[in-house]
């Protein structure tokens, strides 16, 4: 099993260029999260879903959007990319219900210049 | 109400010492704690969790200790290694919720 798998692993944007995030997990989990870590911040959730077709905002959804068309798959999108959004992305998932263990994938470090 | 508040920022801990790292919360609904455990360039991984049914959970090295009634709950790493060093995330959740509340993280490093 890979797990959950992001992509790229890092990546250098222009101010107001987009891009996506991908990440893709092979649980079958149902619930599945958008992190951003900065030093210092722990961990701010940015959108979740807790099923394919269903999205929410979690604390920082500003300046990002998701969509969750299959189990498998729920991509972050950037729109117009700015230097407040340099961070290290972390995409997670869990089979929801009782059990709550929550596997993460390695990352994806972004800078905005 | 849905913070998990997490201390010290960071921690120096000589090898074979005790490392202990602090968590508190507001919210009594929270029913499932757990501590993550990220190395560089990694993401987090599950490392040990607590149900508030029981005070304390021990696995290895590791020991989560769970005050109910002060809404608090430890980390204690016996006989730290360098190979321990790493960051560390308390959190915080509801079984069957949608959402997991994680603490800002510690930075543990030992001393070899």
């Known amino acids: 099993n890979a797990g959950v798998t992001q992509t790229p692993k890092f990546r250098i944007l222009k101010i107001g260029q987009s891009m996506t995030l991908q990440c893709t997990q092979d649980?079958?989990?149902?619930?599945m999260y958008w992190y951003r870590q900065d030093p210092g911040m722990g961990l701010k959730l940015i959108y979740y879903s807790v099923g394919a077709g269903i999205t929410d905002k979690g604390e920082v959804p500003n300046g990002y959007n998701v969509s969750r068309s299959t189990t498998e798959d729920f991509p972050l999108r950037l729109e117009l990319a700015a230097p407040s959004q340099t961070s290290v992305y972390f995409c997670?998932?869990?089979?929801?219900?009782?059990?709550?263990?929550?596997?993460f994938g390695q990352g994806t470090r972004l800078t905005v210049v | 109400q849905q913070q998990v508040k997490q201390s010290p920022q960071s921690l120096i801990v000589q090898k074979g010492g005790i490392s202990i790292i602090n968590c508190a919360y507001e919210n009594t609904a929270f029913d499932y704690f757990p501590w993550y455990q990220q190395f560089p360039g990694k993401g987090p991984a599950l490392l040990i969790a607590i149900r508030p049914d029981v005070s304390e959970k021990k696995e290895g090295r590791f020991t989560i200790s769970f005050n109910k009634s002060a809404k608090q709950f430890s980390l204690h790493i016996m006989d730290s290694q360098p190979g321990d060093s790493a960051t560390y995330f308390c959190?915080?959740?509801?079984?069957?919720?949608?959402?997991?509340?994680f603490g800002k993280g510690t930075r543990l490093h030992i001393l070899p």
């Open positions: 997670a998932s869990t089979p929801g219900g009782v059990v709550t263990e929550a596997f």
């Open positions: 959190a915080a959740s509801i079984v069957g919720d949608d959402k997991i509340i």
């Open positions: 649980m079958n989990h149902n619930y």
